[in-house]
């Protein structure tokens, strides 16, 4: 059975020094690791994309089902592990919930894999 990682606040974006600045600390790794491990699935990869190319910045989870061809339970599976990662922001409105991209997150990601890749 795979070893599960310890569940850790991980709301605000990744802040540390990029992989590449040397030896990381454990803490630092691990929150690293447990941000790619929410990415670690095409489903999500694939859901993260249509936030972001979405035209209204946003779209709700019966949109994502149907664009997916996946449940909406599926759907909501998925965009809860993205949202404890820190990686995509929602919001009730009325009987909807509406998701978007959380890019600062994403973007602090992407410094601490290449400092070089945003800039």
Known sequence: MPKSLPVIDMSAPVCCAPVAAGPMSDD?????????KALADPARVKIMSMLFS??????????????LGLTESTVSHHLTQLRRAGLVESDRR???????????ALGALCAVLDPNCCT
């Open 28 to 36: 630092a790794a691990l929150h690293v690791a447990l941000r790619l």
């Open 54 to 67: 979405s035209s209204a910045g946003e779209q709700n989870s019966g949109e994502l089902a149907t664009a």
């Open 94 to 104: 009325g009987m909807n919930v509406y998701h978007r991209p959380h890019r600062d």
